[in-house]
């Protein structure tokens, strides 16, 4: 089983509220990923992380930012939540070789009211 | 046209049945495959590499053909634990090796 590791693992919240979506793994990987998904839909990259003080956006426009202090923690933020920020947010980690298979924390799932 | 594409079924089959799946990607920089898991409402966990020269783990085949850029995942004697969606996996060289997912198949196994 992979170490990776995120909470809430549900979140119920009103517009306008600032929330943190929090990720750590204890592998030891430079590499991670925030990906969203809604129910039944493809996983969108919206941001990733090649190592301590990297990040950069993915494929998918996103209005949530991150950052990366430490090796095992990518936190996710989102500064003024909206209905349309509703979805599972999954996050990710891999060993730093290119190519490498990813392991996924157990997601977030957010419903902003 | 997307990187890496599947058929995003739902395949419905009895138990038992043996099952193919089929993922095309149009980058020829690819790196490395895999295939995905990912039951409802779970994350994707990784049910296999691939490997150029094939690979087979129990029930599940899977085969790379670099030529026609094409990747297959094979079931037999499918069980209703199987039921999931699978997602096709490839990472491009020049794309910083990032995974580029498929929009997956999904599976339904029925008794």
């Known amino acids: 089983e992979a170490d990776i590791y995120q909470t809430p693992r549900y979140l119920v919240i009103g517009t306008g509220k600032k929330i943190t979506l929090e990720c750590s793994q204890t592998?030891?990987?430079?590499?991670m990923y925030w990906y969203q998904q809604d129910p039944g839909m493809e996983l969108h990259l919206i941001h990733y992380?090649?190592?301590?003080?990297?990040?950069e956006k993915g494929d998918l426009s996103s209005e949530s930012t991150v950052s990366r202090i430490r090796t095992e923690h990518f936190p996710l933020t989102l500064e003024s939540a909206r209905p349309s920020h509703t979805s599972q947010y999954l996050c990710a980690s891999s060993a730093p070789e290119r190519g490498t298979s990813q392991y996924f924390g157990p997601g977030t799932r957010l419903l902003v009211l | 046209r997307k990187e890496v594409e599947q058929d995003p079924g739902p395949f419905n089959v009895p138990e038992g049945a043996t099952v193919a799946f089929n993922c095309t990607y149009s980058n020829s920089a690819s790196q490395s495959f895999f295939w995905y898991r990912q039951d409802c409402r779970k994350e994707p966990k990784l049910l296999m590499s691939v490997y150029s020269s094939g690979n087979e783990d129990g029930r599940f085949t899977a085969q790379l053909n670099r030529a026609s850029q094409y990747i297959s995942l094979l079931i037999r004697d499918s069980k209703l634990s199987d039921s999931a969606t699978y997602l096709c996996?490839?990472?491009?060289?020049?794309?910083?090796?990032?995974?580029?997912f498929g929009q997956g198949t999904e599976l339904s196994v029925k008794p």
């Open positions: 592998m030891g990987h430079d590499k």
């Open positions: 992380s090649y190592g301590v003080n990297s990040t």
């Open positions: 996996v490839v990472t491009f060289s020049d794309q910083g090796g990032k995974l580029i």
